[in-house]
């Protein structure tokens, strides 16, 4: 699996996750969206390091506590039904 690959996943996984919760932006463990997502760790840390580089801000990473969610740009995407990753 290539790291753009992982970041659609990704994306795919927090957007699902948007709106099954009735369009709420709830943060999601990233081991979760890992496992979810059956993305190889390695590859899902260097994805995980590109969106925190990303001037875009597109997915929010918050190292501190693992977790990571859509920011408002990415919600906008979701709500556009688009993966800025594919």
Excluded: W
């Excluded at 795919?12 to 932006?25: A, F, M, P, T, V």
């Excluded at 994805?47 to 580089?53: D, P």
């Excluded at 979701?78 to 800025?84: H, V």
């Amino acid at each position: 699996m290539t790291i753009p690959e992982a970041k659609a996943r990704i994306f795919d996984r927090l957007c699902s996750q948007y709106h099954k919760d009735g369009e709420k932006n709830v943060y999601v463990e990233k081991d979760t969206v890992r496992k979810d997502k059956d993305i190889p760790e390695e590859v899902f840390d260097e994805a995980l390091n590109e969106f925190v580089s990303d001037r875009h801000r597109i997915v929010r990473v918050e190292i501190s506590t693992g977790r990571l969610r859509l920011e408002t740009r990415g919600l906008d995407y979701c709500q556009d039904k688009k993966n800025p990753y594919r």
